[in-house]
């Protein structure tokens, strides 16, 4: 009796191993567009988007369009939200323009998508508001999505 008590326990904590337990791999994504000049609002803040439908996104593309037709140079702009899903991060606005909001590795483990988003640009001298973006398409899921900066 002893030995089935010590095997469960041992398979129980075997099996209730923690997310950040497991090693990550790598998510694979395309870009879809990439600039500095997302219609400034003065925002403080970074914004971070999961899109998982047609509804979201024909919102992100008309923000996106209103004041120059920015979706004109988007790689793909059709997205088929049954198997897609799209990552925005647009960065708060700068002064100067040079600057990059960039998503440099998306990972997952059990339960997570993790996405990594640095600033590999941080401008220069030329006094012009700015606002980077960065927008990715990566295979859909229900995982919860977490951003690292």
Not at 51 to 56: E, N, R, Y
Not at 71 to 88: G, H, L, M, T
Not at 119 to 142: E, F, H, Q, V
Request: net charge negative.
């Amino acid at each position: 009796m002893k030995r089935i008590i010590l095997l469960f326990s041992i398979l129980l904590a075997l099996t209730s191993c923690e997310n950040e337990d497991l090693p990550n791999s790598d998510v694979q994504y395309s870009l879809i567009a990439k600039g500095d000049s997302f219609p400034n609002d003065e925002s403080l803040a970074p914004i971070h988007l999961i899109i998982k439908d047609q509804k979201a996104w024909d919102k992100l593309i008309a923000e996106m369009n209103v004041s120059t037709n920015l979706s004109k140079d988007f790689k793909e702009i059709n997205i088929d939200f049954s198997k897609y899903q799209v990552i925005a991060v647009i960065d708060k606005t700068q002064n100067t323009e040079g600057h990059s909001i960039d998503i440099v590795e998306i990972t997952e483990n059990r339960n997570t998508i993790i996405v990594k988003v640095e600033r590999l640009k941080s401008g220069n001298s030329t006094l012009k508001l700015s606002r980077p973006y960065d927008i990715i398409k990566t295979d859909k899921t229900d995982k919860k999505v977490i951003f690292e900066q």
